[in-house]
């Protein structure tokens, strides 16, 4: 009995070996639809360009007027200059400032800062008959959220932090105005004196050791702006644009 069933056995063996290339197609086809209908997995972090390039450019010309940054000065990557502005050696304008020009010529002279979210603009003309343009000369520091349209500073000067100076105002060289101030159209602050107020208005002289620590302020905030320049590389976004091209055709970065 137990002979019969081997013999049995060893005959059913070759059939069931032949009939197993014809299951491995039909369970490869039975599972293709069902691998076709399942969606693609989701990209991973690494498929992702690290970068987002939000479209914000720091210089924009404007028809002949293109802004001009000297070599050694320093302008934050989300700062925005348009038209006739010109930043001379030296200068720096900090984060998330605006300096628009335009319809007239906005300057920020040698070794003077604009800082954080600072607004500077020019008329097309002073009602006052003053130039309209918006001029700050050397050594001069700009307190953050400051607005400035077409005023000039003369050297050496600080204008206080949250100020407001409108057209055709005046600042005279070593001459402070203190933050939180309004300096209303066509007001002049003389050489040497402190003014503050909405409106502004004189408050005292200033000492001779208040007059000779304008400048140096001036350079001790350009000296630490040299830190920041340092850290970013002399190149536009542009480079986030190829990443994005060569990752939608799939060629390596």
């Not at 693609?40 to 010309?61: E, F, H, L, N």
């Not at 001069?140 to 949250?162: D, F, K, M, N, W």
Request: aromatic share 6%; with cysteine.
């Amino acid at each position: 009995m137990a002979a019969a069933l081997a013999r049995f056995s060893r005959r059913a063996l070759p059939s069931s070996s032949r009939l197993l290339p014809l299951l491995r197609p039909l369970s490869s086809e039975a599972a293709a639809p069902s691998a076709a209908a399942a969606p693609p997995p989701p990209p991973t972090s690494a498929d992702r360009v690290k970068w987002d390039y939000r479209g914000q450019r720091r210089v924009i010309p404007l028809g002949q007027w293109v802004p001009k940054i000297a070599v050694d000065a320093y302008v934050a990557p989300n700062v925005v200059l348009a038209g006739q502005v010109i930043v001379f050696d030296g200068a720096s304008v900090g984060n998330g400032s605006v300096l628009r020009g335009d319809l007239n010529k906005i300057t920020v002279g040698f070794c003077s800062n604009v800082q954080e979210r600072c607004v500077l603009h020019a008329a097309w003309s002073s009602p006052t008959g003053l130039p309209a343009e918006t001029f700050i000369e050397r050594y001069v520091t700009i307190g953050a959220y400051s607005l400035l349209r077409s005023c000039t500073i003369e050297p050496e000067c600080i204008i206080g932090q949250h100020s407001i100076l409108m057209e055709g105002s005046l600042v005279e060289t070593n001459s402070i105005l203190e933050a939180g101030s309004v300096l209303p159209p066509g007001r002049r602050i003389p050489t040497g004196e402190l003014w503050a107020g909405n409106p502004a208005r004189f408050v005292r002289k200033l000492t001779h050791e208040e007059i000779l620590e304008i400048p140096k302020l001036a350079v001790a905030i350009n000296d630490l702006m040299q830190n920041h320049f340092s850290e970013f590389l002399p190149y536009s976004t542009v480079y986030l644009e190829v990443e994005k091209m060569k990752k939608a055709l799939s060629i390596p970065l």
